[in-house]
């Protein structure tokens, strides 16, 4: 890719000129140094640029915990004609790692409840998450943003449902496009329906 005519454009990381010999262009298209992207793809495996997965993306949602999933006959409102699946995360407390914010710091754990309806698209769902959870992307450690505690568990930007009712401003049912929504946000983590 060329910038004005005749230019190479810059590796948008070092912001350097690079040598064509040694540009790696990804499929989203965003070249980069090769030096410069393999450093990146170190610490994440996404385009610097766009944000697109590469490979599998691994978390930093503590080791050790549990995501338990149980059914009801019960229906969720928007669900009516379906039963419920209950997820019920645990995390038990420990000492932070490497990768997380204080590292030899002690955590908080946390024990979470989510609903999905049982329906096709909410099995998706249910599927989509068991892959996240267990590439280590539905928590992580840091600071409540509800009660502003530091160093405990936390959502890891895949939303859930944790009440029955309320809707979306109780991150609860009815809300018409909750399933649409999360398959996004775990698309773009690079959790995909196969």
């Known amino acids: 890719p060329t910038g004005r005519e005749g230019e190479e454009e810059p590796c948008p990381i070092c912001l350097e000129s690079v040598d064509p010999t040694r540009r790696t262009t990804l499929e989203c298209k965003h070249s980069f140094c090769a030096g410069c992207l393999g450093r990146a ?7 610097p640029t766009c944000g697109r997965v590469y490979g599998v993306l691994r978390g930093t949602q503590p080791e050790g915990g549990r995501m338990e999933v149980s059914r009801t006959h019960s229906s969720l409102p928007g669900y009516e004609q379906y039963g419920t699946i209950v997820i ?8 932070q790692q490497e990768e997380h914010p204080s590292p030899g710091e002690p ?3 946390a024990s979470r409840r989510a609903f999905l ?6 099995r998706r769902v249910l599927r989509l998450l068991r892959k996240a959870f267990d590439q280590r992307l539905v928590f992580t450690v840091g600071q409540s943003t509800s009660t502003s505690r530091k160093n405990t568990v936390t959502w890891n930007d895949v939303h859930h449902k944790t009440s029955v009712h309320g809707g979306p401003t109780h991150y609860g049912y009815p809300d018409p496009d909750y399933l649409r929504r999360v398959e996004e946000e775990l698309a ?5 329906a196969s």
């Open 117 to 122: 309806p049982d329906c096709p698209e909410g």
């Open 188 to 192: 773009a983590k690079g959790i995909r």
């Open 41 to 47: 793809f170190l610490q994440k495996p996404v385009c």
């Open 88 to 95: 019920r995360y645990s995390i038990p407390s420990g000492i």
């Open 107 to 109: 955590y908080s754990g």
